[in-house]
């Protein structure tokens, strides 16, 4: 079986719902991607998987996260998608299966979502980016996610945040994916390390 691992969708009521809590500028780009939810985007994309031979795959929303210093909004946004995508798994039952986003950073809330996705929608780990609101996923403050993550042996899919790695000539050039993402990566796993999350967590995948 051959398993698309790093898929997006993006659902069209998720983006209103960033746009009206004044989510990232990201927005406006993706929905050009015509990456929904729609039966006509279905559509294309279960043809394109067919072409490809992919017989599933996982969705999250990459750096389109519910992430907002207002908890209500992000709670609502977290919500909201991970709706969404249970809707998309049980319609196009064996086609697809999907990553949880969390209201970060409020951990209390991301754990209540994370508990919420894997327990009642049947979600197959979580996704988050590379940081949160500007802070390292690999925070101590994030410490209590993890640890709710390896008691339950789940996976976690890392995704860049778009932020450029913070680097100016990055992000001037409009290299913020091409060259920007893989330092993010390369930057998370080093403060991962840093912070002993694989030692300190090992059951998380």
């Known amino acids: 079986m051959r398993i698309d691992v790093h898929a997006h969708l993006?659902?069209?009521?998720?983006?209103?719902?960033?746009?009206?809590?004044?989510?990232?500028?990201g927005e406006s780009f993706v929905r050009e991607l015509h990456a929904g939810a729609g039966v006509p985007e279905m559509k294309d994309r279960l043809a394109m998987m067919d072409r490809a031979g992919v017989d599933m795959q996982v969705l999250s929303v990459s750096?389109?996260?519910?992430?907002?210093?207002?908890?209500?909004?992000?709670i609502d946004a977290a919500r909201c998608v991970n709706d969404a995508y249970e809707d998309v798994v049980r319609r196009y039952r064996g086609r697809f299966a999907a990553f949880a986003a969390t209201p970060m950073p409020h951990i209390g809330?991301?754990?209540a979502e994370l508990r919420r996705a894997l327990d009642e929608l049947g979600m197959a780990g979580a996704t988050t980016t590379t940081e949160v609101l500007g802070r390292s996923i690999a925070d101590s403050a994030f410490d209590p996610f993890f640890a709710e993550l390896a008691a339950r042996e789940a996976v976690l899919f890392i995704h860049p945040s778009g932020s450029g790695a913070h680097s100016p000539p990055i992000q001037d050039a409009n290299f913020t994916w091409s060259i920007g993402a893989p330092f993010e990566d390369v930057l998370c796993l080093v403060q991962l390390v840093r912070a002993r999350i694989p030692e300190r967590f090992p059951p998380v995948k």
């Open 10 to 25: 993006y659902p069209t009521e998720y983006l209103d719902m960033l746009d009206r809590f004044g989510g990232s500028s």
């Open 63 to 74: 750096s389109s996260v519910p992430y907002f210093a207002d908890e209500r909004k992000a």
């Open 109 to 111: 809330a991301a754990i």
